[in-house]
T-cell receptor
Framework: GQQVMQIPQYQHVQEGEDFTTYCNSS?????IQWYKQRPGGHPVFLIQ?????EVKKQKRLTFQFGEAKKNSSLHITATQTTDVGTYFC???????????FGQGTILTVHP | NAGVTQTPKFQVLKTGQSMTLQCAQD?????MSWYRQDPGMGLRLIHY???????DQGEVPNGYNVSRSTTEDFPLRLLSAAPSQTSVYFC?????????????FGSGTQLSVL
């Protein structure tokens, strides 16, 4: 099956600092999704990337899909306390109905 | 909009007990799934269904049963609970399950098996 490595597992930042989480796959992906889970909450869909080299932005969040479609990153500029939570990548492979999630990166933002 | 509804929110079981986690969605989604979340391991797929009467195993199916008699409901059964099944369980749905569709998650069930 698909193997995915998401790093780092934990990240502590001061409010205003930037944050990046990386997701690496052992296989070429058809697409990749990103989800955010607030503490005590459930995962919520953020975005999907499909094209090689694709870059998408949502306000202070920038999502990138690697040229080889084997890796992706989520970058947050000038973190705020509202950014705290766990960020997951999810790999969409060729298997119908099976989405493989990364281990997640837990972000803590200190005011 | 209710979306995906899970019950109960919390449950404590003794080893060997059985129980059913309920999941219902009102979005007319064909695809439904169950994930478990454990620290440092992300979300792991237990079972999934691409329509009424159709179910299949995910990554960690052992110890769990499912059935899908209606489009709306997808219950997860633990026949004989074990401490290793202590986890947070999420039900999720999407329109058809095709690659690229976003998942809608329920609020989760926190299960402890003593």
């Amino acid at each position: 099956g698909q193997q995915v490595m998401q790093i780092p597992q934990y990240q502590h930042v001061q409010e205003g600092e930037d944050f990046t989480t990386y997701c690496n796959s052992s296989t070429t992906l058809s697409n990749i999704q990103w989800y955010k889970q607030r503490p005590g909450g459930h995962p919520v869909f953020l975005i999907q990337l499909v094209k090689s080299g694709e870059v998408k932005k949502q306000k202070r969040l920038t999502f990138q899909f690697g040229e080889a479609k084997k890796n992706s990153s989520l970058h947050i500029t000038a973190t705020q306390t509202t950014d705290v939570g766990t960020y997951f990548c999810a790999l969409g492979g060729t298997s119908y109905g099976k989405l493989t999630f990364g281990q997640g990166t837990i972000l803590t933002v200190h005011p | 909009n209710a979306g995906v509804t899970q019950t109960p929110k919390f449950q404590v079981l003794k080893t060997g007990q059985s129980m059913t986690l309920q999941c219902a969605q009102d979005m007319n989604h064909e695809y439904m799934s169950w994930y478990r979340q454990d620290p440092g391991m992300g979300l792991r797929l237990i079972h999934y269904s691409v329509g009424a009467g159709i179910t299949d195993q995910g990554e960690v199916p052992n110890g769990y049963n499912v059935s899908r008699s209606t489009t709306e409901d997808f219950p997860l059964r633990l026949l004989s609970a074990a401490p290793s099944q202590t986890s947070v369980y999420f039900c999720a749905s999407s329109y058809s399950g095709l690659a690229g569709e976003k998942l809608f998650f329920g609020s989760g069930t926190q299960l402890s098996v003593l």
